[in-house]
């Protein structure tokens, strides 16, 4: 088993910046892929981005593509997703989720997810 807690969510303005964070307890978590994913009121939950188990591949939704940085820290059995040019339309909760074997962007193939933190940007 493998236990997800996000942190780092807030209310902030267009433009502005914010870091999210997951800590993981549980099973090895370097051998973990690493998603953030994110749903919005009424909508789908959506992928956002993946980093596999050693940091040398990464994926990022296109409407995320260039604004936000997922990395991780292995030792601290942490990842991050550093946002930066916020817009309204990220506002949503903001999930954190683990994959066990397999490089996967595709929610269903995510084993564990987080509870969450909610983002809100204001225009």
């Known amino acids: 088993q493998v236990q997800l807690v996000e942190s780092g969510g807030g209310l902030v303005q267009a433009g502005d910046s914010l870091r999210l964070s997951c800590a993981a307890s549980?099973?090895?978590?370097?051998?973990?892929?690493m998603g953030w994913f994110r749903q919005a009121p009424g909508k789908d939950r959506e992928f956002s981005a993946a980093?596999?188990?050693?940091?040398?591949?990464?994926a990022y939704a296109d409407s995320v593509k260039g604004r936000f940085t997922i990395s991780r820290d292995n030792a601290k059995k942490t990842v991050y997703l550093q946002m930066s040019s916020l817009k309204p339309e990220d506002t949503a909760v903001y999930h954190c989720?683990?994959?066990?074997?397999?490089?996967?962007?595709?929610?269903?193939?995510?084993?564990?997810w987080g509870q969450g933190t909610q983002v809100t940007v204001s225009s």
């Open positions: 980093i596999n188990w050693n940091d040398n591949i990464t």
């Open positions: 549980g099973r090895t978590f370097s051998w973990l892929t």
């Open positions: 989720a683990a994959a066990e074997g397999v490089w996967t962007i595709v929610r269903h193939s995510y084993h564990y």
